[in-house]
């Protein structure tokens, strides 16, 4: 499954061919609104089109051809988070289809230890503290969903790389209905860091500025010429930040977090140390 936010990336193509939506209609024999919901990822495109789009941008690269044309072919394909459909908004499918394809994650995580790498414990008990409006069916359902999103990371062909850098203070939280919950997700961080495609790194309380400061954001790698992407999460929803000059600089500023955390060895000592320290 991919996601069809993929096809806004037919306004940068568009733009660098000096073309107007009008023009770029025009060539296609299309209605503007029509191009406009495509470019906007509000309607599918069939891999011809795609084809006939980029040729009329200029676009001869076969590798670019060929990645987006396959996109468009999977993009009615369902994937397994559609069973969920009565809990998982259209948003958060579309995060997951685009984590599904994805070869490498950089999270910057102020405030929660990462999706991908919560216990279910955890897992229920922040979905829980967010979900105001949620019933505890609809809890447990989502629980469901972020322990199956992490499948990405020990599927037999190129697991997604993941380098997670979580504030200090997000190992120091307690939950009071069940205290072993961060005991047992501290000892969750110290197992995954084992895996070869995962990396840890905590930014300490006395850090010095960095960056993140501003806020958590996950920059998303693809494969091939498939163009990254960023996400900001915030009280209103996710938000998508795409373009090249865009995403540089999100991940310019994952490597000055990175630079002002702790190393991967003493983060991974401190992790041990605060989890040998809830045990007692």
Known sequence: MCSMIWWSRA?????????TLEDAATAMGWTVP????????????QPKAVTDLLKAYGVSEADVFTALENLARDAGKKGWWQTYSGVVTPAYADYISLESDAERICEWTPMLIPGLLQTAAYARETIAANALTRTPEEVAALVEVRQARQAVLSRPENPL????????????QRFA???ATMREQLRRLLDVAEMPNITIQVMPLNATPHPGTGGGFTVVNFPGPTPDVVLVESLMGNTYVEGVGAVKTFAGAFERIVAA????????????????GRST
């Open 177 to 179: 209905v069940r205290p």
């Open 34 to 45: 029509k191009l406009s919901k495509i470019e906007n990822a509000k309607q599918q495109i």
């Open 11 to 19: 306004a940068p193509c568009r733009n660098d061919a000096g073309m």
């Open 161 to 172: 790389e993941i380098w997670a850098v979580i504030h200090e203070g997000v190992l120091h």
């Open 261 to 276: 955390a702790m190393s991967v060895d003493d983060s991974l000592a401190l992790i041990k140390e605060m989890e040998e």
